[in-house]
């Protein structure tokens, strides 16, 4: 089952900060995230294995709430760079596949000069 | 080397041609897939090789034809395909969930894409 990316689209000024939200039905085993630039490949920007688990790549950090079924991610101090289609991609704890990472509709975030 | 490779970049082809789209990887990457991807839309599954054998096909229509020759290579030949295939083709490729240092999760290494419009 999609999990359901919130929200569709977010446009901030440089040095801003965001929240982007995957929630799923299903309670997941992992919460995958991708930044995928206009025209280019997805890349990886980590993964959440455990529930309560917290990770940061620089400016970058994630948290995943185990009981909610939710992940969040997070960017501070937002730079051009970061702009993008953010995705979510989930792991079912049963169920699924450990191949297959069922991925959220994404969340467009556009950072301004 | 991190890097997925995929050719052609882009690629027009008419209803009745046969094509084929190239991926590589040289990461030891013993899982590979092939994805869809519209515009504005996620990447959508079709087809898992996990150690050179097929272990996934999402329903997809046998104009598709998946084919892995060896530990690095994946093909995607195409033929007979309609306008509506017209999309942008990933490959991608992780450790095998499997494997034991995998822990069951898979960071997917994606390529460029192939961009495919069909006539």
């Known amino acids: 089952q999609q999990p359901v990316q919130s929200p569709q689209a977010v446009i901030l000024r440089e040095g801003e900060d965001a929240v982007i939200n995957c929630s799923s039905s299903k309670a997941l085993y992992s919460v995958h995230w991708y930044r995928q630039k206009h025209g280019e490949a997805p890349v990886f920007l980590m993964i959440?294995?455990?529930?309560?688990e917290q990770k940061g790549h620089e400016k970058i950090s994630a948290s995943f709430n185990e009981k909610k079924q939710q992940s969040s991610l997070y960017l501070t101090a937002s730079q051009l760079s970061y702009s993008g289609t953010y995705f979510c991609?989930?792991?079912?704890?049963?169920?699924?596949?450990?191949?297959?990472?069922?991925f959220g509709k994404g969340t467009l975030l556009t950072v301004n000069p | 080397d991190t890097e997925v490779t995929q050719t052609p970049k882009h690629l027009v082809m008419g209803m009745t041609n046969k094509k084929s789209l190239k991926c590589e990887q040289h990461?030891?990457?013993?899982?590979m897939y092939w994805y869809k991807q519209k515009a504005k839309k996620p990447p959508e599954l079709m087809f898992v090789y996990s150690y050179e054998k097929l272990s996934i096909n999402e329903s997809v229509p046998s104009r598709f034809s998946p084919e892995c020759p060896n530990s690095s290579l994946l093909n995607l030949h195409l033929h007979a395909l309609q306008p509506e295939d017209s999309a942008l083709y990933l490959c991608?490729?992780?450790?095998?969930?499997?494997?034991?240092?995998?822990?069951?999760?898979?960071?997917?290494?994606f390529g460029p894409g192939t961009r495919l419009t069909v006539l």
């Open positions: 991608a490729s992780s450790q095998d969930p499997r494997e034991s240092r995998a822990e069951r999760h898979n960071e997917q290494f």
């Open positions: 959440l294995l455990k529930g309560g």
């Open positions: 990461m030891g990457h013993r899982a």
């Open positions: 991609g989930t792991v079912p704890l049963s169920g699924g596949s450990n191949y297959k990472l069922t």
